[in-house]
């Protein structure tokens, strides 16, 4: 058995590949799945059914299409420190567009037909996210880096996770299983499908109809984060906002927490304000009110003593009228009495005769020897009748 090492192995596949002279100079025919160009060096992939050629090609200032059928002339080479081969195409000529492509264009076309495409079918994207849901690969670097920027920008928002595979066979299923699920899961407030770059064929299965139907029909507003802000799939069409990376994505959803703690507190400094001044100039205005409220009491008050005083008066001055009066009254009703009073008339010399205890106001009915009663003012004096005579006045 031969023992080699690595460096070895690969210095033997390079002699093999460069003894092959059919391969230092060949043209290839295939579908461009992946292009970029740096600095005048372009980097890209073509493909057909079952196979993927890498290619490079320097001294290019032409850009390909994903999508575009092409004619690559050039050479195999293998670079044996990093153990890869590829392509160097010295020469390149488009032939039309490949299968892949004109397959997406035509879904396109037809969906959009549909109205799956439409404005008035977009849910807005709520302002306030307190739980996003992610459609995506947890191993892939994608994940890590919607959880950094979202988790820098608002640890406040939680992420729920729907694991899938985002190329292959199985990933077109998986894809929409995830899409469902967040569509029935109250939890969330917004979903983002997400992968990074990656050829045409790579990001098919976001460019399946099935796909793109469960996107339309999913209840919750659908962020896709497909790709390279360069890479477009049927998705991007379809959900309710497209993003240009999935780091772009994850800015969107996540409101920035400190700032908004930050106009908060602001909002709350001015309404502290607010209410300070407001408070000062209402007290200013509510002293005025009750030094006005004081000096009207003080007024009626005032006013009110004024008018009790002279009642006052008036009272008492009736009263002293009244008892004027009727002390006036009364001395004359004394004096009245006192010239009618007995006493007063037996001191003027009258006496009062009585017979029998009965005063006799006439005395025609008094009789000889009828015994009588004389009072006097002093004495009480028995008399017996002589004579009774009538005076003629």
């Known amino acids: ?63 390909y299409n994903i999508g575009d059928k092409v004619l690559v002339t050039g050479g195999v080479n293998y670079y044996v ?15 039309g567009q490949g299968d892949l492509y004109k397959q997406y264009l035509e879904l396109k076309a ?55 595979q985002v190329q292959g066979i199985v990933a077109k299923q998986q894809i929409i ?9 109250d939890g969330v407030d917004v979903v983002i499908v997400a992968r990074g770059g990656g050829s045409l064929e790579d990001l098919q299965p976001f460019n399946e109809e099935d796909v793109a139907r469960a996107c339309f029909n999913c209840k919750k507003p659908i962020i896709s984060a497909v790709g390279h802000e360069t890479d477009f799939t049927i998705i991007d069409f379809v959900a309710d906002l497209r993003a240009p990376t999935p780091s772009a994505a994850a800015e969107l959803v996540s409101f920035d927490y400190y700032d908004t703690c930050s106009i908060l507190l602001g909002y709350i400094d001015e309404f502290n304000k607010f209410i300070d001044k ?68 037996l001191k003027t010399g009258y006496a009062i005769i ?7 106001k006439d005395y025609t009915n008094l009789n000889k ?7 006097t003012l002093t004495n009480e004096i028995t008399a017996k009748v002589i004579k009774n005579k009538e005076r003629k006045l």
């Open 1 to 63: 058995m031969i023992s080699l090492t690595v460096s070895q192995l690969n210095k033997r596949i390079k002699d093999i590949l460069e003894n092959e002279v059919i391969l230092e100079h060949v043209t290839v025919m295939g579908e461009i799945s992946s292009f970029s160009i740096t600095r005048g060096i372009a980097y890209f992939n073509i493909k057909d059914d079952d196979s993927l050629l890498s290619c490079v090609m320097f001294n290019c200032y032409n850009s």
């Open 81 to 95: 420190k990093g153990g890869k081969l590829s392509f160097n195409v010295s020469q390149i000529e488009a032939v």
């Open 110 to 164: 037809k969906l959009e037909s549909e109205g799956l495409f439409d404005l008035k079918y977009k849910k807005a994207i709520p302002k306030y996210i307190k739980r996003i849901g992610v459609v995506s690969s947890k191993t892939g670097a994608v994940l890590q880096d919607i959880i950094n920027i979202v988790s820098r920008r608002n640890p406040t928002i939680d992420i729920v996770l729907k694991d899938v």
């Open 177 to 185: 299983d995830g899409i469902n699920f967040f569509s029935n899961y």
């Open 278 to 345: 407001y408070y000062i100039e209402n007290n200013m205005i509510l002293d005025n009110y009750i030094s006005t409220l004081q000096n009207c009491i003080i007024n009626i008050v005032h006013g009110l003593e004024i008018k009790i005083r002279n009642l006052n008066n008036k009272c008492l001055n009736s009263i002293e009228n009244k008892i004027d009066d009727t002390i006036y009254r009364v001395n004359i009703v004394l004096n009245t009495l006192d010239k009618l009073n007995p006493i007063n008339l």
């Open 354 to 360: 009585n017979k029998d205890d009965i005063r006799l």
């Open 369 to 375: 020897d009828d015994i009588i009663q004389i009072s």
